[in-house]
């Protein structure tokens, strides 16, 4: 369309006096710049902030991070949620290291390929950190771009996506790759913003916007709505011994891999059901007590869980599979997804 280059000039100059500061855009090193990005495809700006700090603290080059200890780098993750992001990280700092000294070289397609970086993030890095005129189209983006080119595309699509990238990469200028960017994210992130609520007068594009100027913009972007999750029921157990709770460490593949949960049950059971569970366990309950129910919504499943508190007598041997943690080794060593926070919250206050 004739009309993206005319977004160049005005949604530039609007950058340059509206841009956010930000920790990353301070010093925009490839390292920091892929972080920022894989932290901010989950995650609001605000609630990344700390989270990149202490990342970056405590794992401040790409070789730190490759040779992280796996429940340090969990820990590290904790809140962030979709782990899978950052054992794809550690994996990618490996090759890069292996292969490059430990930096990220200033190639596209050889970013592209590394593990858990797509176009968007490869595009990000190569021009944010490298100045390469390549585009990254994120969900800000396609929002932003569908209202000004007034398009009833679905963005859901691949084949949709792809021609917007397309599109920007025709226009993107080669002196100020990076910024452009970042100026057509943080249009979508602050005034051409989602659910009802854009701030067309603020906008640098509202003279060249057609959703705009034939009053639509709240019907764009069109996207499919995602599938149904699939809903499970769960049962978790605040099992405490003393000064000791349960924990179990999850298979390393599948939904939640290789972190720490409080032991759970698929289904719903009653206490009575849950004690004759404990005493098979080889445990001596002494009490029981029903907790909240709670709700997680994951990507794909829904848990909707019942929870029980049991004390239990401090056990001569641990289950198979189970190991009894104090409260300071709990906060400071294990990653306990936020799935069990509901559950977690209360055996914080019971120790
Ligand atoms: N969201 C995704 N990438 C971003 C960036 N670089 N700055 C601000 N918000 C973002």
């Known amino acids: 369309m004739e009309a993206l280059k005319e977004i160049v000039n005005p949604i530039l100059k609007w950058y340059d006096s509206h841009a956010r500061v930000l920790p990353w855009r301070e010093d925009p090193s490839p390292y920091r710049v892929w972080v920022s990005e894989i932290m901010l495809q989950q995650t609001r700006v605000e609630a990344v902030k700390p989270y990149f700090e202490r990342f970056i603290k405590e794992l401040p080059t790409i070789r ?31 090759e890069l290291t292996e292969e490059y000294g430990g930096e990220m070289p200033a190639d596209f397609e ?13 595009g990000a890095i190569a021009s944010i950190a490298f100045g390469i005129p390549r585009p990254a189209v994120d969900g800000n983006v396609l929002r932003v771009l569908s209202r000004v080119q007034k398009s009833y595309e679905d963005i859901m699509k691949q084949s949709v996506r792809k021609s917007f990238e397309e ?11 990076g910024d452009f960017n970042q100026s057509l994210i943080e249009l979508g992130a602050i005034v051409c913003v989602p659910n009802g609520a854009p701030k067309c007068e603020e906008c640098p594009l509202k003279e060249l916007c057609r959703a705009h100027a034939d009053g639509v913009e709240l019907e764009l972007p069109k996207k499919t709505p995602p599938k149904k999750r699939r809903v499970e029921d769960r049962t978790v157990l605040v099992l405490l011994s003393d000064n000791k709770a349960a924990l179990k460490k999850r298979p390393s593949k599948g939904l939640l891999a290789g972190l720490y949960e409080l032991p759970n049950l698929e289904g719903r059971y009653e206490s009575q059901e849950i004690l004759n569970y404990v005493k098979e366990l080889g445990l001596s309950p002494i009490r029981i007590q029903s907790l909240p129910e ?55 206050h019971r120790f």
Do not use: C
């Open 64 to 94: 730190a991070l490759a040779e992280a200890p796996e429940d340090r780098l969990m820990k590290l993750w904790e809140g962030l949620g979709y782990y899978n992001r950052v054992r794809n990280m550690q994996k990618a700092a490996i």
């Open 110 to 122: 050889r970013i592209l390929k590394l593990p858990g970086i797509g176009s968007y993030t490869a």
């Open 167 to 177: 599109q920007v990469r025709a226009v993107i200028p080669k002196v100020r790759a």
């Open 294 to 348: 709670a709700k997680h919504i994951f990507s794909h499943i829904e848990w909707h869980m019942a929870g029980y508190a049991v004390k239990i007598e401090e056990p001569d041997k641990e289950p198979e599979g189970f190991f009894f943690v104090e409260k300071a080794q709990m906060e400071d060593i294990y990653s306990i997804p936020a799935a069990f926070g509901a559950y977690t919250e209360y055996f914080k």
